[in-house]
């Protein structure tokens, strides 16, 4: 893929930065170096690599879901400076 003045021009746009001439210049070259690079690793063989998440053998341990007694509302609501319909009631903060 070939990185021109243009596509930086038109990616500084959409990230809402302004350039000057040398910094799109710079940011040409250092793009189009890392693009190659990129196509570079497109030319390995990975057909027999196991698709993986990450570098190290990882899993998470997760706990079984299991019901248990909650708080009592009263009590919780109590604390409440207001509460309406057993939640607690706050000040409009969209308009």
Do not use: W
Not at 10 to 19: T, Y
Not at 47 to 74: A, C, F, Q
């Amino acid at each position: 893929m070939k990185v021109t003045r243009e596509t930086i021009e038109h990616v500084a746009d959409l990230a809402r930065l302004n350039l000057t001439v040398a910094e799109k210049e710079r940011l040409t070259s250092e793009m189009e170096k890392i693009i190659s690079y990129v196509d570079k690793l497109n030319e390995l063989d990975t057909s027999d690599i196991k698709p993986m998440e990450h570098v190290i053998p990882i899993r998470n341990v997760l706990r079984e879901d299991k019901t248990e007694k909650s708080y009592d509302r009263g009590k919780i609501l109590a604390n409440a400076p207001l509460s309406e319909s057993g939640c607690f009631k706050v000040p409009r903060v969209v308009e």
